[in-house]
């Protein structure tokens, strides 16, 4: 049984500009966001938002249009997504950290009628074969082709009044798409993923009501906005009316210097600001009682880094566990931080059913036993764009999530590794993330990816790249001599290579096709 449960909402909160809308009428005066050294009021927030509404509308933005957002962690992200909320279209999730093709890949599929950019990204969208409507925010200048975000906002138009439901719209709002971020994927260009403001408005109730927000919490955006868990964040905190802190430019000192200054209550992380706050020399020099907890999300606990920091702080965790296609999966129970089980990622959220399936057949499993993790929930996508010849779906509505794992009888989910990235060594199937938490917790390690080469004996074997913790006295025989006595035999490394970094996605997922060409590209292995 799930440890929270969110209350159905009514017809008319379905509509996901009506988190901002009711959060302004119950807090008008409460600090919404913290960017840079101003504290942005809820109600300044919709009036912005309405105001970027009225300008898109005026431009000829209207129900069902798709526009391209390509902006950091900023208010005119915000502002800009809930205005096509209440217009009804939809946003294209553009990352800042795309390159040129990647950015073309996505106008290709999604056919956006605008798009807003940053400055910095004028250049490449304009060689992507952009849109007609084009805003920069920022921008010191008109430039030919652009709008100044501030010229959009001084366009002159007219909005009908926002009751939750427009009588001159005859479509359930619910079902309407209403954005577009993709899958970070391992192989291959991203899908765009159709997520609706049904989808969505769950999604982000379960978030709330998983974490516990308040309107007294303080949440901090790290994720870029254009990730799933940026979304969910930003709303999460909006429908509580809660504050968040925005990073134009984030380094831990400064997320850490948030902490004590903006007294965080909620610290969201994900593997690599962890692992980083773990070694920040003059962490105890902060004031940190402010912290309820800190969340790890988007890939398994490393139970090592974990418990170093709350060996540092007193800090204890609150592990989550969530896809791109299906935004929260499994929260740990709101009474567990301080004692939280650092090999689960916590138990399906509210309205949520998850289990393990046959890999190959798709049958559901015996709780406790491997597979394939599959969920049902009501925030689940409607498709990819384009849509898949496979379906991403079992029948019955359960997702695969491509997770390797099991459900414990009790409900406590348990990922021991990626189906597409097992290695099969003579007929074994070895999971990557087995290995690498036991070679992450070497104090010889930094970090470190594991993915299977082809081998002629046994088919595959397991490899590794490692970044040293110090690269001077970088020992490749002497950390596999190390590892041999913690793993089965099938399970032991071929070879290490060195590397100075670890490719990873934004939130800090690995990215071993990256992991490989690098190591192609590198010199012998150390062992």
């Given amino acids: 049984m799930s440890p929270d449960f969110v209350s159905p909402p009514d017809d008319a909160s379905f509509d996901y500009y009506g988190l901002l809308h009711r959060a302004a009428a119950r807090y008008p005066g409460r600090t919404a966001l913290l960017v840079d050294d101003e504290r942005i009021s809820y109600t300044a927030v919709k009036a912005s938002t309405d105001a970027v509404a009225t300008g898109l509308a005026a431009l000829g933005v209207k129900q069902g249009d798709r526009v391209a957002l390509c902006l950091g962690n900023e208010p005119e992200w915000i502002y800009t997504f809930f205005a096509l909320s209440r217009l009804r279209a939809v946003a294209v999730m553009a990352s800042t950290s795309w390159m040129s093709h990647e950015l073309q890949h996505a106008i290709a599929i999604t056919a956006p009628v605008a798009i807003v950019v940053d400055d910095d990204k004028r250049e490449l969208a304009d060689g992507t074969g952009r849109p007609d409507l084009a805003v920069v925010v920022h921008g010191d200048a008109r430039r030919p082709g652009w709008l100044p975000f501030e010229e959009m906002l001084a366009v002159s138009g007219v909005l009908p009044a926002w009751t939750g439901q427009h009588a001159d719209l005859d479509d359930d709002v619910a079902d309407l798409e209403l954005a577009l971020p993709f899958s970070s994927g391992t192989t291959g260009l991203p899908k765009a993923v159709r997520h609706t403001h049904r989808s969505l408005t769950f999604a982000t109730n379960q978030w709330r009501d998983g974490l516990g927000l308040t309107d007294s919490d303080r949440l901090q955006a790290l994720t ?88 540092r702080i007193g800090v204890g965790w609150k592990p989550a566990y969530g896809t791109t296609e299906v935004p929260i999966l499994a929260v740990t129970p709101l009474d567990a931080p301080k004692n939280a089980r650092l090999d689960s990622v916590g138990m399906a959220a509210a309205d949520v059913e998850m289990e393990a399936a046959d890999p190959a057949t798709g049958t559901l499993l015996e709780r406790g036993e491997l597979g394939e993790l599959v969920a049902r929930s009501p925030a689940a996508m409607r498709n990819y764009l384009p ?42 199937q070895v999971s990557p993330v087995e290995v690498e938490s036991v070679l992450a917790s070497s104090p010889l390690v930094r970090d470190c990816a594991v993915f299977g080469l082809p081998d002629e004996r046994r088919g595959e074997m397991p490899v590794a790249a490692v970044v040293p913790n110090d ?24 070879d290490i290579y060195f590397v100075a970094e670890i490719p990873r996605t934004p939130s800090g997922k690995i990215q071993r096709h990256k992991v490989r060409a690098l190591v192609q590209d590198a010199a012998p292995p150390g062992h």
Avoid at 227 to 249: D, W, Y
Avoid at 255 to 267: F, K, L, N, P, W
Avoid at 268 to 281: C, H, R
């Fill in 224 to 311: 870029p906005l254009s990730h799933i868990l940026g979304i969910v964040n930003v709303g999460a905190t909006i429908s509580a009316g809660a504050a968040i802190r925005l990073f134009r430019k984030f380094s831990v000192r400064s997320m850490v210097e948030s902490y004590q200054a903006d007294r965080i209550t909620v610290g969201i992380t994900v593997a690599p600001i962890a692992s980083a706050l773990s070694e920040m020399p003059d962490l105890t020099d902060f004031e940190l009682d402010s912290l309820r907890y800190l969340n790890w999300s988007a890939t398994p606990v490393n139970a090592e880094v974990a418990r170093r920091l709350t060996d």
């Fill in 471 to 494: 690269p001077a006295t970088a020992d490749a025989e002497q950390l596999i001599f190390w590892l041999t006595p913690q793993l089965a035999r099938y399970k032991q490394l071929r």
């Fill in 387 to 428: 849509e898949p010849q496979e379906s991403p779906f079992l029948p019955g509505g359960w997702y695969r999530t491509g997770d390797l794992g099991y459900v414990e009888p009790a409900g406590w989910v348990i990922i021991t590794g990626r189906i597409k990235e097992l290695i099969k060594v003579s007929g074994y």
